[in-house]
């Protein structure tokens, strides 16, 4: 069935983007009361085979959506510069609980590119959109208020927060015609944290990194059809940390306005891991960490943010956990703060997020994370860099 959603005839789709993103952090910030959006334009092009180049793009480019069906896709963009390098993809194999497992899907920044080109395996496939994020008709719309993050005490420079209305979410997107929410909120005590990256290295590349949340809200919400984005939180180079899944219209991210009978805050229900999600926290850097780290902001800001999450929910960021799915009863013993392919042990679909180069790091970042939060105080010894 083809939802109202699915038809994109390469007219103008029905996303959302913020002209002015506001800047928000500390522990109870209000949102604004109002914010100016543009509706961004979306064409469809099909299902792609081999290798193809397109070389008058339908809108002008600010991103691409490309899901392929097989194991690797690559991309390159033509500017007035010439062809980039190739670009890998390596997207999440991410999903509701409910569903099976979508398409890898990757957002590529394709800011003003006149064209592109796109590379899958033989025998595999891919649907590319092209994505306009900011040229759409401008409009204004009321912004509900939200909390801020929920910070380890005394933190000292709180990172940027930017909550939906922040980044400009089209809070329609997720809505049915009759206003009804196309994915109704579920709220779980949380069990675990963990860790993605986006699948795609341009971090000197994005000149607009709120569009970039923009279209992978997009790309999950509409496109793969979750009726959301798929993350809690997301976090950028310059270490500003971004509201993912809509949770409640006052409450802090990630959590609903009820707690569990433990007295703990319940965690809202997302699609970032396909099969282990409920109960399960998942923070999204933007970025491909395959061969280098993220950026040292970016790093600061999602160990402040998994510290705070931990206390919050009173995990031992260097514990594990034996995870249990509460609608599902699928799970596994994991660590408290996990990569995403730390659950290919437990039954998950095989990952390299949050990339082959930062994984290893993941140590590194429990202990650092332990002592934000206060369980160790004094840090252990650093490894060297490589």
Known sequence: MVSRRRVLSGAAGAAVGLTAAGTFGGSATAAPSAATVTSPLAARRGRLMSRTVVTSPAIPLTHLSVAHSGPAAAVRLRTGKGWSDWLELSACPSGRDDRASSARSSVVVADGATGYEVQVADGSAATVVELNMVDGARRTIASAETNGLPLPPNTRRPPTYLPRSGWGADESLRLAP??????????????TLTVHHSGVDQHNDDPDPAATVRAIYYDQCVLQEFGDIGYHLLIDEAGRVYEGRYSDPGSQPVYGPASGADGRPLAVNAAHVSGYNAGNIGICLLGRY????????????????????????????????GYVNPISGVGGNVAVISGHRDWASVGADPTECPGDYFYPYLGE??????????????????????
Not at 178 to 191: C, I
Request: glycine share 8%.
């Open 178 to 191: 009759n206003g009804s929410p196309l994915w109704p909120t579920q709220f779980f005590p949380a069990q």
């Open 365 to 386: 970042l429990r202990q650092e994370v332990s002592t934000l939060a206060g369980v160790h105080p004094t840090p252990p010894p650093r490894p060297p860099r490589r």
């Open 290 to 321: 395959t061969s280098r780290l993220p950026s040292p902001a970016a790093q600061r800001s999602l160990a402040v943010v998994l510290a705070g999450l931990g206390l919050t929910s009173r995990l031992d960021p260097t514990g594990r956990t």
